[in-house]
């Protein structure tokens, strides 16, 4: 099961209201935001089709040094549209750097060609980010329509569970599921991953809050101590390791009994919640057992939670995953001061347009112009040695987008 892209929506969903309410208190009106949150969209839309087009494997399954050099340009086209250039420079620079950026893009679409003769397509695009895209802008306008109360947010969930049950029956539901005026754009298929982004909008509803009023009111006393603490950590990560491994393994109703264990510890450490902290990672994780045990009851339906197609049962406990990962690493980060653990991953985490493309449009092509990768498959020829290659490029990844990062260069759209 994996937990890569649903963590990633869910971090998605609560940063929303953390950066539209800073909008907002700037004094920005609804309308602006909106256009600001469509232009959003656009841009990952963009993103996708232009990063599927210069991947080196789909320029050619057998990358040459003309490959790699092409997806290696395609990164640095990248850089110079979603660079978040530094306001200190004149507008005039600012803006031949994005031009520089966009006519590189256009030339680029404009004459590059596939192993099956055919050129630029809008079909042609990484779906992942299509999908991001999507909820990126549904997230965000319901977010602004509901921000202030959550009842019609959840109600949004009832109805997209309607739709879902629905959708296989012949009637109105089945057309207006599957009807689209852009079909390499727009799904209302691709929504269904609301129900990762709307929870990650309540907990960046309880971080918004509790960063508010940190502000505002002075330190209160905290009742938990360090075990406590660190039981609850202990808990939460517990949970998340036992469900990857027992629904992958199909153990149903041994992993059920040993994560209704786990959540019950977890809900009993976080009893005396007293500072406003406290409150916060206890509200993480009676949301998180909440999602888990909807997703647990939806796991017999569809034969089963998977990824591909994704069922209820995967979008549901995977949510309650992401809150449990979420409590611990506030109760990590915040209370008992172990950052510097985490800060490999936080470092990435503000920069994730880059650690996305990083391996195939950067360390691979270095590594194919200058052969290196030839001598790596050579002495990493055995399935042991392959993984150790595998987390070698994932631990290369991470320490040049943290450079990257740290000399702030950093993408956004």
Known sequence: MDLVFPLFLFSMGAAIPLALSRRL???DSILKITLGTLERGFLLFFFAVFLRHVRP?????????????TALLGFIVMF??????PQTWSRWVRLACRGLGWAGAVSLLAVLRYPDGSGFSLGRSD??????ANVAVSGSLLWLATRETLLPRLGVLGILIGL?????????????WRATPAPWMYKLYYHQYLFVVIPGTIAGDYLR?????????PHTH??????????????????????????????LWQTTVALSALCLVATLLSKKASSPREQMVR????????????????????GGIKKDHPTLSYYLVTTGLALFLLAAFTILIEMLNRRSWLQLLIDNGQNPMIAYVGVANAIWPVFGLTGVDRLLVRITATPWLGVLRGLAYTLLLALMVRCFTRRRLVWRT
């Not at 494997?57 to 040094?65: D, M």
């Not at 779906?127 to 991001?132: A, D, G, K, N, R």
């Open 127 to 132: 779906i992942i980010i299509v999908v991001l």
């Open 57 to 69: 494997h789909v320029l050619n399954p057998h990358p040459t040094a003309i490959t790699w050099g």
């Open 25 to 27: 208190s700037a004094g």
């Open 283 to 302: 509200s993480f994780i009676l949301w998180g057992i909440y999602w888990l045990i909807v997703g647990l009851v939806f796991e017999p339906y569809e």
């Open 80 to 85: 110079l549209i979603f660079l978040r250039l």
């Open 209 to 217: 809050a509790h960063m508010s009023q940190a502000k505002t009111v």
């Open 164 to 176: 879902r049950l629905a959708a296989p029956e012949q009637g109105w539901v089945s057309w207006v």
């Open 222 to 251: 905290e009742a938990w101590g360090a075990p406590q603490l660190w039981g609850i950590v202990g808990a939460m990560v517990a949970a998340v390791v036992t469900a990857l491994v027992g629904l992958q393994a199909r153990w």
